[in-house]
């Protein structure tokens, strides 16, 4: 069974762009969560969908949007990019919403110059 | 607030030994606990995880232990092989949604041969 897939895996920005990340779940996995990544902050959470609904929210700026598609396909977008934006972006994916068992893609690095 | 927190940010240990990595929490709410591993390069793996009601529960080499009274939880590997060497992460949840899942900061374990 494949795993998370995630891509791009590495991309480079400049401030002031945006950048669309993509998400492919495991086959019958409905629920799909975005995770950032730092060395300063660790792992924050960003959003959850399940059946294209966003279920749960983190704290971050409205610059951080997400959804979620019919066949559970998740893509995340970051609009006017900062600096501090620079970081691993990790989607993972359960069978059901509500599970803290999660599998984890191997993330988008993103950085932003 | 609410914190997840490692006693020891960095752990070496001898091939063939145990490993006890430690995680404090605050929110006396939180009713689930999770370990993952994340090796380099690569996403968070879920290793094991324990609910509120249990103090104990054990896995193919790996115990977790939880103290509620002290807030306290600890993942115990037994005879540590080279392959466990990674980032240990603890997390806790809350209200059973993966918005509530808080991540510590990791503990890196290294396992000389």
């Known amino acids: 069974k494949a795993g998370v897939t995630q891509t791009p895996r590495y991309l480079i920005k400049t401030r002031g762009q945006q950048v669309t990340l993509s998400c492919s779940p495991i086959?019958?996995?409905?629920?799909v969560s975005w995770y950032q990544q730092t060395p300063g902050q660790g792992l924050q959470f960003l959003f959850e969908?399940?059946?294209?609904?966003?279920?749960n929210k983190g704290n971050f700026p409205g610059r951080f949007s997400g959804r979620q598609f019919s066949n559970s396909r998740s893509e995340m977008n970051v609009s006017t990019l900062e600096l501090g934006d620079s970081a691993l972006y990790l989607c993972?994916?359960?069978?059901?919403?509500?599970?803290?068992?999660?599998?984890f893609g191997e993330g988008s690095r993103l950085t932003v110059l | 607030g609410e914190s997840v927190g490692l006693h020891l940010p960095t752990l070496s240990v001898q091939e063939g030994d145990n490993s006890i990595i430690n995680c404090a929490y605050s929110?006396?709410?939180?009713?689930?606990f999770i370990w993952y591993k994340q090796e380099s390069g690569k996403g968070p793996q879920f290793i094991i995880d324990?609910?509120?009601?249990?103090d104990k529960r054990q896995g193919q080499r790996v115990t977790v232990l939880l103290n509620k009274t002290v807030k306290h939880l600890s993942l115990q590997i037994a005879a540590t092989q080279p392959g466990d060497s990674a980032v240990y992460f603890c997390?806790?949840?809350?209200?059973?949604?993966?918005?509530?899942?808080?991540f510590g900061k990791g503990t890196k374990l290294s396992v000389k041969p």
């Open positions: 993972a994916s359960s069978r059901q919403a509500n599970t803290g068992e999660l599998f």
């Open positions: 086959s019958g996995h409905r629920s």
């Open positions: 969908y399940f059946s294209e609904t966003q279920r």
């Open positions: 929110n006396s709410a939180s009713d689930y």
């Open positions: 324990i609910r509120s009601n249990m």
């Open positions: 997390a806790e949840n809350y209200g059973g949604s993966q918005g509530n899942l808080i």
